[in-house]
């Protein structure tokens, strides 16, 4: 797989060589670390949600993710109560999908419980993949490891496809293609 050159004339991963919103996440976002409890349940919740999608739906309405989530504060989404999944499920600026909800506010309870062990920053953390990648892999030995690890902690929707995808999100591992402006920073 090579990077493709787009009309700046900069070297990029495949998926990013266009403008546009999906070229900003790759350039600014995609594979960079993030820190804090709520930066991660976000990612976790925002890869749960785009399982069928486009990722460009979900950037497009990730600031009203992060409003109907309250920021992905892990404590205020596990208090929701079955009328704040009602109006979830009427409001437009989101994925209104029944399962993804409710998968949101289990891993959001999952999160809380999590505090008591390790967390689950650290508990992602803990599955870095350590070897050379495969650029062409939708799932590696961790991932499938991590996908795991969070089943058996009660989080739902956290296949080792969907954790593979955080895993290159939140730079556990340098998702760029040798050749991208990006890889190795």
Known sequence: MEP??????????????GPGP???YHDREWGVPVRGEAAYLERLTLE????GLSWSTILAKRPAFRTAFHDFDAEAIAAF????????????GIVRNR??????ITNARATVALREAEGLEAL???????????????????SVALSKALKKRGFVFVG??????????????DPHLPGCFRHGK
């Open 4 to 17: 493709v050159t787009g009309e700046d004339g900069v070297l990029r991963c495949l998926w990013a060589g």
């Open 22 to 24: 999906m070229r900003d």
């Open 48 to 51: 749960a949600f785009q399982s």
């Open 81 to 92: 109560t079955e009328e704040d999944h009602a109006r979830l499920m009427t409001d437009v």
């Open 99 to 104: 399962l993804k909800i409710s998968a949101t």
């Open 124 to 142: 992602i953390l803990s599955h870095a993949p350590t070897g050379p990648l495969d650029h062409t892999a939708t799932t590696s030995p961790e």
């Open 160 to 173: 080792p496809t969907t954790m593979y995808a955080l895993m290159q999100a939140i730079g556990l591992f």
